[in-house]
């Protein structure tokens, strides 16, 4: 069985940092990717951003500029730095890995933006 657990959430003013890190464990095998997802109140569930173990990076035009996903291979953990943040990022954020044995999702982290 394979756990996703992710941590770093919280409430934060406008323009302020967030770290969200994302650990993978038990029978994993191998990593193809990583990525994270966020759903806001009353919207679909949406691609943040996505990065291969090679290191290929895709981000929503949203984000780009403002978040970095970055993958520790041997550690099966990836983080999302997140920096300049806005109220309209508020969401639940979903760490998501594509193995070998499959797709698997974490049971999120709240993050707030407000003044």
């Known amino acids: 069985q394979v756990q996703l657990v992710e941590s770093g959430g919280g409430l934060v003013q406008p323009g302020e940092s967030l770290r969200l890190s994302c650990a993978a464990s038990g029978n994993i095998f191998r990593i193809y990717s990583m990525a994270w997802y966020r759903q806001a109140p009353g919207r679909q569930r949406e691609l943040v951003a996505h990065i291969a173990t090679g290191g290929a990076t895709i981000y929503a035009n949203s984000v780009r500029g403002r978040f970095t996903i970055s993958i520790d291979n041997p550690k099966s953990t990836t983080y999302l730095q997140m920096s300049s943040l806005k109220p309209e990022d508020t969401a639940v954020y979903y760490c998501?890995?594509?193995?070998?044995?499959?797709?698997?999702w974490g049971q999120g982290t709240q993050v707030a933006v407000s003044s």
């Open positions: 998501n890995m594509l193995s070998s044995t499959g797709t698997h």
